[in-house]
């Protein structure tokens, strides 16, 4: 068979091993190791072999990903979570659906120095959850809220899927955390407004809560004061040009963990638990780097990229069209992959197919990184959608007296806005590219 025919088989064949469970880092390594010798042979592999796992574990930009990921380790066990609820809800828990509204605001807030949607689902609902439900609120709706609010975990940054695509991309870090701001703020801007409507059409759902004195605002606001630090080092610095996101990461870390450490987060064992959690992510994250790699590597000899972006193309579509059917897979991977699977599987198929079509006027670099934004937008969803929604899976091991199909059921409003926001960001990329572009004039 020509190298067209063994992508295409051994693509399928990676299908398959998917749908069985098997782990996405084992089912691309084996597709790919296999697909290799098939298409080059048993000796380039083994001299690939030989050199692959150092030239990608020895990439500068990827040690930002452990550091990130004990930043959230960090954070979660130092207590910053409860903070950032309570200022939330002292500003707006008089409204109604106020209380969900502050639990949403503080996914943002601790996404903000976390970097992973399921941390920040898991802590924010061991917070919000109890509160939530001890002030009326139904639990299909808080469970909805939270589940919904720690998908920012992953827009928001510091953003781990966000660096991978950086690597992937050969972009700039730095310029993909600003352009995931402003999209970033929209959804959580977006949750609220659900919220708001949810709470005028079913009032029983979201009841307002009592009203705080500004003095008792000022308080629960300067309790904040380690999450807004932290955010203003580590993210003020890059920007700033005091440090690159490797050594932002780095200075974040230490600081997070200072935090963490006068709260009394890591005493006894929390220290191990927090090197453990985060070794073990990485370990993870890794795994699938290698399988991506050797993949792409078969891939790329087989000509399936190439051939797949000529091919499409050439069917004479719209820009616009071809987009469509991009985003619409991403939202059936979604059911079945996670985040950073779909990302590391999708984007070097679908990113010569993007740089092949004209979008909006938009230069190459412009063009890749608004797509990443907007991948990363699409794959977010595949975290609140059934039935491997892993955000609402966490929730609800929380909340034992409601049904999984009633928390997806409530998750329904929160995904016509995520839609919404895409539809925004297709038709109007300067959401991404806003602040780029205005440093950039600075």
């Not at 599987?345 to 092949?356: A, E, M, R």
């Not at 609402?392 to 091991?397: A, E, H, K, Q």
């Given at each position: 068979?020509?190298?067209?025919?063994?992508?295409t088989?051994?693509?399928?064949?990676?299908?398959?091993?998917?749908?069985?469970?098997?782990?996405?880092?084992?089912?691309?390594?084996?597709?790919?190791?296999?697909?290799?010798?098939?298409?080059?042979?048993?000796?380039?592999?083994?001299?690939?072999?030989?050199t692959?796992?150092?030239?990608?574990?020895?990439?500068?930009?990827?040690?930002?990903?452990?550091?990130?990921?004990?930043?959230?380790?960090?954070?979660?066990?130092?207590?910053?979570?409860?903070?950032?609820?309570?200022?939330?809800?002292?500003?707006?828990?008089?409204?109604?659906?106020?209380?969900?509204?502050?639990a949403?605001?503080?996914?943002?807030?601790f996404?903000?120095?976390?970097?992973?949607?399921l941390?920040?689902?898991?802590?924010?609902?061991?917070?919000?959850?109890?509160?939530?439900?001890?002030?009326?609120?139904?639990?299909?709706?808080?469970a909805?809220?939270?589940?919904?609010?720690?998908?920012?975990?992953?827009?928001?940054?510091?953003?781990?899927?966000?660096?991978?695509?950086?690597?992937?991309?050969?972009?700039?870090?730095?310029?993909?955390?600003?352009?995931a701001?402003?999209?970033?703020?929209?959804?959580?801007?977006?949750y609220?407004?659900?919220?708001?409507?949810?709470?005028?059409?079913?009032?029983?759902?979201?009841?307002?809560?009592?009203?705080?004195?500004?003095?008792?605002?000022?308080?629960?606001?300067?309790?904040?004061?380690?999450?807004?630090?932290?955010?203003?080092?580590?993210?003020?610095?890059?920007?700033?040009?005091?440090?690159?996101?490797?050594e932002?990461a780095?200075i974040?870390?230490v600081?997070?963990?200072?935090?963490?450490?006068?709260?009394?987060?890591?005493?006894?064992?929390?220290?191990?638990?927090?090197?453990?959690?985060?070794?073990?992510?990485?370990?993870?994250?890794?795994?699938?780097?290698?399988?991506?790699?050797?993949?792409?590597v078969?891939?790329?000899?087989?000509?399936?990229?190439?051939?797949?972006?000529?091919?499409?193309?050439?069917?004479?579509?719209?820009?616009?069209?071809?987009?469509?059917?991009?985003?619409?897979?991403?939202?059936?991977?979604?059911?079945?992959?996670?985040?950073?699977?779909?990302?590391?599987?999708?984007?070097?198929?679908?990113?010569?197919?993007?740089?092949?079509?004209?979008?909006?006027?938009?230069?190459?670099?412009?063009k890749?990184?608004?797509?990443?934004?907007?991948?990363?937008?699409?794959?977010?969803?595949?975290?609140i959608?059934?039935?491997?929604?892993?955000?609402?899976?966490?929730?609800?091991?929380?909340?034992?007296?409601?049904?999984?199909k009633?928390?997806?059921?409530?998750?329904?409003?929160?995904l016509?806005?995520?839609?919404?926001?895409?539809?925004?960001l297709?038709?109007f990329?300067?959401?991404?590219?806003?602040?780029?572009?205005?440093?950039?004039?600075?």
């Amino acid at each position: 068979m020509s190298g067209i025919e063994w992508g295409t088989v051994m693509f399928a064949v990676l299908l398959v091993l998917l749908a069985l469970r098997v782990h996405i880092g084992v089912a691309m390594f084996v597709v790919g190791s296999v697909g290799y010798v098939l298409v080059a042979g048993w000796t380039p592999y083994l001299s690939y072999l030989k050199t692959g796992a150092y030239a990608r574990y020895s990439t500068y930009d990827l040690s930002v990903v452990p550091l990130f990921l004990l930043m959230g380790q960090f954070a979660t066990h130092g207590g910053l979570s409860k903070a950032l609820f309570k200022a939330g809800n002292a500003f707006i828990g008089h409204w109604r659906g106020g209380m969900a509204m502050g639990a949403v605001g503080a996914c943002a807030g601790f996404g903000a120095i976390c970097g992973s949607s399921l941390a920040t689902a898991a802590t924010m609902g061991q917070v919000a959850l109890p509160e939530l439900t001890r002030h009326g609120y139904s639990q299909r709706l808080s469970a909805a809220a939270i589940a919904a609010g720690g998908t920012l975990g992953i827009l928001i940054p510091p953003s781990v899927p966000l660096v991978i695509y950086a690597i992937i991309a050969e972009q700039n870090i730095a310029k993909l955390f600003l352009a995931a701001f402003v999209p970033g703020i929209i959804a959580a801007i977006g949750y609220m407004v659900v919220l708001a409507i949810i709470a005028r059409v079913s009032p029983q759902d979201a009841p307002a809560g009592e009203r705080f004195t500004w003095a008792q605002r000022a308080k629960a606001l300067w309790e904040t004061w380690p999450v807004l630090l932290i955010f203003l080092v580590v993210i003020g610095g890059i920007y700033g040009g005091v440090f690159t996101p490797t050594e932002a990461a780095s200075i974040g870390t230490v600081a997070t963990a200072i935090v963490a450490w006068t709260s009394g987060g890591l005493k006894g064992r929390g220290l191990l638990e927090c090197m453990a959690g985060a070794a073990g992510a990485t370990g993870m994250i890794f795994l699938i780097l290698l399988g991506a790699d050797i993949l792409n590597v078969f891939l790329a000899l087989s000509q399936v990229h190439t051939e797949l972006a000529k091919w499409v193309i050439d069917l004479g579509w719209s820009p616009l069209a071809i987009l469509a059917v991009i985003i619409l897979i991403y939202l059936v991977l979604g059911c079945i992959m996670d985040s950073l699977s779909m990302i590391l599987l999708t984007v070097p198929i679908f990113l010569p197919i993007i740089l092949g079509i004209d979008l909006w006027g938009l230069s190459e670099d412009a063009k890749l990184i608004w797509f990443g934004i907007l991948a990363l937008m699409v794959v977010e969803i595949g975290l609140i959608t059934p039935p491997v929604g892993m955000n609402v899976f966490i929730i609800s091991s929380m909340t034992k007296d409601v049904e999984m199909k009633q928390i997806f059921k409530y998750v329904m409003p929160f995904l016509a806005s995520d839609l919404l926001r895409i539809v925004l960001l297709v038709f109007f990329p300067s959401m991404a590219l806003l602040l780029i572009n205005l440093i950039s004039q600075g």
